[in-house]
Protein backbone atom coordinates (compact mmCIF):
# COMPACT_ATOMS: atom_id res chain seq x y z
CA UNK A 1 0.00 0.00 0.00
CA UNK A 2 1.08 3.51 -0.55
CA UNK A 3 0.01 6.24 1.44
CA UNK A 4 0.60 10.09 0.06
CA UNK A 5 -0.45 13.15 2.38
CA UNK A 6 0.30 16.72 2.52
CA UNK A 7 2.46 17.99 6.07
CA UNK A 8 2.29 21.59 7.17
CA UNK A 9 5.91 22.60 8.58
CA UNK A 10 5.61 25.94 10.05
CA UNK A 11 3.37 27.26 6.91
CA UNK A 12 5.35 25.24 4.25
CA UNK A 13 3.53 22.26 2.89
CA UNK A 14 5.39 19.33 2.01
CA UNK A 15 4.63 15.90 0.76
CA UNK A 16 4.42 12.65 2.51
CA UNK A 17 4.99 9.58 1.02
CA UNK A 18 4.68 5.92 3.27
CA UNK A 19 5.39 2.86 1.17
CA UNK A 20 4.88 -0.55 2.77
CA UNK A 21 6.88 -3.33 1.76
CA UNK A 22 7.39 -6.78 3.24
CA UNK A 23 8.88 -6.48 7.14
CA UNK A 24 9.37 -2.45 6.15
CA UNK A 25 8.05 0.53 5.44
CA UNK A 26 9.86 3.31 2.66
CA UNK A 27 9.28 6.87 4.49
CA UNK A 28 10.22 10.52 2.61
CA UNK A 29 9.23 13.70 3.00
CA UNK A 30 9.50 15.82 0.04
CA UNK A 31 9.05 19.40 -1.83
CA UNK A 32 10.55 20.58 -4.92
CA UNK A 33 13.88 21.06 -3.64
CA UNK A 34 14.42 18.09 -1.45
CA UNK A 35 13.83 15.62 0.83
CA UNK A 36 14.07 13.54 3.98
CA UNK A 37 13.76 9.58 4.05
CA UNK A 38 14.34 6.39 6.22
CA UNK A 39 17.46 4.46 6.80
CA UNK A 40 16.72 2.97 2.71
CA UNK A 41 18.85 6.52 1.38
CA UNK A 42 22.11 5.45 0.23
CA UNK A 43 23.69 9.20 0.98
CA UNK A 44 26.63 7.67 -0.24
CA UNK A 45 25.77 7.07 -3.42
CA UNK A 46 23.90 10.45 -3.88
CA UNK A 47 27.47 12.35 -3.18
CA UNK A 48 29.74 10.24 -5.25
CA UNK A 49 27.73 8.42 -8.37
CA UNK A 50 25.07 11.06 -8.49
CA UNK A 51 27.07 14.01 -7.57
CA UNK A 52 26.03 16.05 -10.53
CA UNK A 53 22.27 15.99 -9.44
CA UNK A 54 23.20 18.02 -6.61
CA UNK A 55 20.38 16.21 -4.86
CA UNK A 56 19.45 17.87 -1.26
CA UNK A 57 18.39 15.19 0.96
CA UNK A 58 19.33 13.54 4.46
CA UNK A 59 18.70 10.34 6.18
CA UNK A 60 17.08 9.11 9.49
CA UNK A 61 18.03 5.65 10.70
CA UNK A 62 15.43 3.91 12.89
CA UNK A 63 12.02 5.01 12.11
CA UNK A 64 8.88 3.80 11.65
CA UNK A 65 6.11 6.27 10.78
CA UNK A 66 6.43 9.84 8.79
CA UNK A 67 5.83 11.43 12.67
CA UNK A 68 9.42 9.66 13.72
CA UNK A 69 11.21 10.36 10.51
CA UNK A 70 10.19 14.35 11.31
CA UNK A 71 11.32 14.19 14.85
CA UNK A 72 13.95 12.28 14.48
CA UNK A 73 17.61 13.42 14.00
CA UNK A 74 19.56 12.98 10.64
CA UNK A 75 22.37 10.73 10.65
CA UNK A 76 23.82 11.48 7.04
CA UNK A 77 23.10 14.09 4.96
CA UNK A 78 24.21 15.08 1.01
CA UNK A 79 26.92 17.61 0.17
CA UNK A 80 23.72 19.79 -1.28
CA UNK A 81 22.20 19.47 2.12
CA UNK A 82 25.61 20.90 3.89
CA UNK A 83 25.27 23.66 2.00
CA UNK A 84 22.42 24.65 3.33
CA UNK A 85 23.41 24.27 6.78
CA UNK A 86 21.64 20.88 7.14
CA UNK A 87 24.07 18.93 8.97
CA UNK A 88 23.84 15.20 10.61
CA UNK A 89 22.02 15.79 13.70
CA UNK A 90 19.56 18.14 12.06
CA UNK A 91 15.96 16.99 13.37
CA UNK A 92 14.30 16.22 10.27
CA UNK A 93 11.40 18.69 9.90
CA UNK A 94 14.02 21.61 10.63
CA UNK A 95 15.65 20.14 7.79
CA UNK A 96 12.76 20.23 5.92
CA UNK A 97 12.38 24.24 6.57
CA UNK A 98 15.82 24.33 5.33
CA UNK A 99 14.69 23.30 1.94
CA UNK A 100 11.98 25.71 1.23
Known sequence: MVELYPVE?????FTAVTVALPK???????????YIMCGALDVGLLNEKLSDRGII??????????????DAPLESVTVEAEKLGIT??????????KMV
Not at 57 to 70: D, N
Open 24 to 34: TNLLVVTNEKG
Open 57 to 70: SGRAVGVKTIQQLL
Open 9 to 13: IEGHT
Open 88 to 97: AGTIGREALV
